[in-house]
């Protein structure tokens, strides 16, 4: 168990234990989150960084419980002192969105095309904060300004395909917001946005979670670098570093890791050979020695563990051991 | 090798009340051969509209495209599907540009066919480009749902090989890929431009992926080139205030202005309204290309300043 919980330091709201996710599919079972162990403190900003297919996103919906109901989950989320997977699902649903808030990626398609963009923001308020419908409508106006959409009072009464893709993540935001959760988890929050207007978004993000504690997901190393206190690292499904955002920007211990941030267009551009393991076929011992250019016998046999390396870092290499 | 002279694309939409829509107004730009001209925007700057022009994948409004000598616009249909072997185009999703009820292998094959090579040698070359873009014998027989978006690419690239083009247009090649194998498909795109000495033109958002690929940029802003040169001067010296908002890694403030879709008015500098130099001769008056470098141009009223002064924020 990681816990690096040191004296004089908040406390933690999220701590996972031993957290596995697997779900059958026709081609096989796919070990989407494998004994992951991590914990975020309150008011901590951890970025979870990764590539597509490593789980990250799994991890996500596995705090909200939004797996579907095929998936099996081992291990434990405790949010708040709640043991999330013990909880029935009418406390689960009281706490989704009201105390943990989500901005999910892709807003064109989390977003209603039939409704407002206002009536999705209040339906939020009228669900978590128990305001009648029309009381409502004020706050949602509050809120699409606090998100910075010019012209609130009008643009929350059109429909989404009238927004822009910075506009829309914006209202999302609002959303995610609207029910004054303790947490937010953020998924790709910037995907397919232009530069300029991801610039925006990431700083709009950081002034309405201060002081509030946020998952972001991501696989934008500008955006974890900007947001976050703490970066993690996923890998096949597991986790390979963890470390302060200042330590990991300056260096990074596994290899999949350093390939990672040299495989950067501002990095250097240079790749990483071979390909992400499937999650149903993965290798034997530690998943990324067939890509792994200071691989040894052991690293082919044996699966490595996470290992303290002090400072706050752990890191899933037998280079430390 | 290639030369675009005031290159125009209107796009109408509406039966009476006609609206337009200037995404492409204007825009030259030569690419000498064996050069790379990376071609950098945000969405809905036209550059996607400038490469599909510039191969008449659609019809271009106005201006003259000159390939090898020959001018693209003056072509008929017969005429201009010979050419088109020497022109092929790399978009964006590659799982989309593979016919998925053809395995890997008859899509490389099908340009061979189409230039009557003997059946019997079309295996054997088709094996051999495989390899060559890094995938292997056993994705002979795949389709393309059975492999990865990155694998799909090095098929796309396998296929344009079996053309052999003079000349290729990169769309966001790597815009669906994961950074790992982003970096994977540029440096396999890079050897075999060289190998085969082909001529690109190069469309991206990411300014870093373009400072490693391209010899030359072009920066487009609202169906403009704002400012064009050789990426070292570009990179370095970046003259545009849009071309330094898009370098910098600061934000730019947050302003009230609307911005308008389309090409708005005609009159005027198209980043006005977003730039802090903005002055009375913005709003009338639109800013001609000037030369401050080797080759290096740039569409601002504001350059002739002192450098100290046009520092952005």
Not at chain 1, 2 to 12: K, L, V, W
Not at chain 2, 23 to 37: M, P, Q
Request: hydrophobic fraction near 40%; glycine fraction near 8%.
């Amino acid at each position: 168990m990681i816990t690096d919980e040191r004296p004089g330091e908040n406390r933690p709201l999220v701590e996972v234990y031993s957290l596995k996710v697997v779900f059958p599919t026709d081609d096989g079972i796919v070990r989407a989150i494998d004994t992951m162990d991590l914990s975020i403190r309150e008011g901590e900003k951890l970025g979870l960084i990764g590539e597509s297919g490593c789980g990250k996103t799994v991890f996500g919906h596995a705090i909200m419980r939004l797996l579907e109901d095929t998936t099996k989950v081992t291990g434990n989320i405790v949010f708040r002192g709640k043991a999330l997977y013990s909880l029935d699902r009418e406390s689960m649903r009281r706490l989704r969105g009201k105390e943990i808030g989500m901005i999910l990626q892709n807003p064109g398609a989390s977003l209603n095309p039939v409704l407002t963009v206002g009536s999705q923001v209040s339906e939020v308020l009228v669900l978590h904060k128990g305001l009648k419908k029309r009381t409502a409508w004020d706050r949602v106006v509050g809120l699409l300004g606090r998100v910075r959409i010019p012209e609130p009072e009008r643009r929350a009464g059109e429909y989404p395909h009238q927004f822009s893709g910075g506009m829309k993540e914006r209202a999302v935001i609002a959303m995610g917001i609207a029910s004054e959760p303790v947490m937010i988890i953020a998924d790709e929050p910037t995907k397919g946005l232009d530069v300029t207007v991801k610039r925006k978004i990431v700083r709009l993000l950081k002034e309405v979670t201060v002081e509030k504690t946020m998952l972001i997901i991501t696989h934008d190393l500008d955006v974890a670098e900007e947001v976050c206190d703490r970066i993690a690292v996923m890998y096949a499904g597991e986790l390979v570093e963890i470390a302060p955002r200042g330590a990991m920007f300056e260096r990074q211990l596994h290899p999949y890791v350093q390939g990672f941030f040299q495989s950067l267009p501002d990095r250097g551009l240079k790749p990483i050979p071979g390909m992400s393991p499937s999650l149903i076929h993965l290798p034997e011992g530690c998943r990324f020695h067939p890509r792994c250019n200071r691989a040894t016998g052991r690293c082919r046999t044996e699966h490595p563990e996470m290992i303290d390396t002090g400072d706050g870092r752990c890191v899933r290499c037998f280079l430390y051991a | 090798m290639l030369e675009v002279k005031n290159l125009k694309k209107r796009f109408s939409s509406g039966i009476f009340f006609k609206s337009y829509l200037d995404a492409v107004d204007d825009v030259s730009f030569s690419i000498a051969k064996g050069e790379t001209l990376g071609l950098v925007g945000e969405s809905g700057s036209g550059k996607s509209t400038v490469g599909q022009c510039v191969i008449r994948l659609i019809e271009p409004t106005g201006g003259t495209i000159m390939f090898n000598g020959i001018d693209l616009r003056s072509l008929n249909g017969r005429a201009l599907n010979r050419v088109r072997p020497s022109m092929q185009m790399i978009f964006q999703d590659p799982d989309s540009s593979l016919d998925p009820r053809m395995t890997i292998g008859q899509s490389i094959a099908e340009p061979f066919r189409l230039k009557k090579v003997a059946r019997n040698e079309v295996k054997g070359e088709v094996l051999r480009l495989i390899e060559k873009v890094g995938l292997s014998p056993e994705h002979y027989n795949r389709y393309p749902h059975q492999m990865s978006g990155g694998q799909n690419q090095r098929a796309v690239l396998a296929r344009v090989l079996a053309i052999n083009p003079l000349f290729i247009v990169a769309d966001e090649p790597t815009a669906s890929l994961d950074v790992s194998v982003q970096a994977q498909i540029l440096h396999l795109l890079m050897d075999l431009k060289r190998e085969y000495g082909m001529t690109m033109l190069f469309i991206s958002h990411d300014l870093a992926v373009i400072r490693h690929m391209c010899d030359r940029v072009a920066v487009m802003y609202r169906g403009k080139i704002v400012e064009q040169g050789p990426v070292s001067a570009v990179f370095e010296s970046p003259a545009h205030p849009y071309t330094r908002l898009l370098l910098s890694r600061t934000e730019e403030a947050e302003q009230s202005v609307k911005q308008e879709n389309g090409s708005g008015d005609a009159k005027g500098c198209r980043f006005r309204g977003r730039c802090s130099l903005a002055r009375a001769v913005c709003e009338t008056t639109e800013p001609a290309f000037r030369e401050i470098g080797a080759g290096h141009t740039v569409a601002c009223h504001m350059t002739v300043l002192p450098k100290a002064e046009i520092t952005h924020e």
